[in-house]
Structure formats: structure tokens, C-alpha cells
């Protein structure tokens, strides 16, 4: 349900046609630090890990499509130390999910009862994302028209192109689009691109900006 003309244009925002949403983080709790705080015995020696080591940007590479074979492999050669560490990250990847993240999936469930159009756009790799997909407790995946993995489209936020894909799918124009996500980059690039944003910390900080737009009743 959106807002109508006449309360868009008294708040002066664009009416939205869909929400697009970022799924970890925002819908789906992930973080590698649940994984690896079982397999080292101090947070300082995880967190050099994850820095030096499986970092972000090597993760990130994962998100735009690489194969695990791959960038394992060459983990492994280059900290060969590390290596049951580095494969765990392929073969435990499991265990840094930790299940939906409730108060946002039950907005996300109230916007498709009122009717709302609903897509999501994620930074996820295409080897990992089948792993949730179908799995019982993702079940309000099915809410989205269309789930776009950068995994398999090989592209990623915050670079344009990905957006663009996203406006070229929906025949929209940017300000008609609610982008959500947790990640201020990904966000920046969203609104100089001309997205409604809302950059997500809570459940709660997001229903009240849903309502303020008319999204929700």
C-alpha cells in the first residue's frame, strides 16, 4: 500500500513503487565471527584472521562470483598454517548463519499484505545462497517477486552497474525505489544513484520510516 498522491506530495517524497531489500543483516543474520569464535581461543587472534587473512574484500570476491575452490586454494597456499581455518570458511559456511532476523521479516511479511511490491538485492555468493534459499526457516523468501544474488549476476553494490540492472529488471526510475540496507556504502551509492534509501540499524528505526512514507498503515 503506498501513499497517496496527495500525502506524497504534502511530505514531499517520491511515491514508491517497490521496496527492495538487502537481505544479511538486514532480514537474515550473518557473521563469520559465529563460525570462528569455535575454532580460535582468543577474539584478538579471530579478528587478525578475518582482517589479514579470509578479509572482507576476499569475501567480497566471493559475493561477485569467484568459485570457493578457487579462492580457497589460493588462501591455502599463501597461509598454508591457516589452512583448516580457510577451509572452513567453504565447508562449516553454514555455521556463521544465524537464522532470520524477526522483527524485520515480520514488516517485511505486513508490506506483502498490504500488497506491496517486493524485491531484494544482496551481496551473496550464488554457492552459498542455494544453502538458504529453500531451507524451512527462509520460507518468507518467497515474498519477494525477485531475489537479486550478486553471485550470479556477477556484480556487486555499492558499484552502479548492479543498481542499473535492478532499474533496466523493474522499468523504474530510481525514485520510486525504497533500497534498505545496513551498509552506509552501499547506501551512498544508492542515493547519488537517486534511490529512496533508509539505511537500516533496527526493526524498529525502519517500520517507523515505512509508515511515514504510507508503506505501511
Known sequence: MTATSAETASRGDQAIDLVLFDLGGVLIDWDPRRLY????RSEAAMEVFLATVCTPAWNLELDRGRPFAEAVAELVEEHPAQRDAIEAYRDRWIEMIGGPIAPTVALLEELEA???ELRAL???SAETF???RDAEPY???EHFETIYVSGELR???????IFHHVLD???LTAPCILFIDDSAANISAADQLGFATHHFSSAQGLGVDLRR???LA
Open 37 to 40: 569464535r569455535k575454532m580460535f
Open 114 to 116: 498490504q500488497g506491496a
Open 122 to 124: 544482496t551481496n551473496w
Open 130 to 132: 542455494r544453502l538458504v
Open 139 to 141: 520460507r518468507f523468501l
Open 155 to 161: 556484480l556487486i553494490k555499492p558499484e552502479p552497474e
Open 169 to 171: 529488471d523493474t522499468a
Open 213 to 215: 512514507r504510507g508503506l
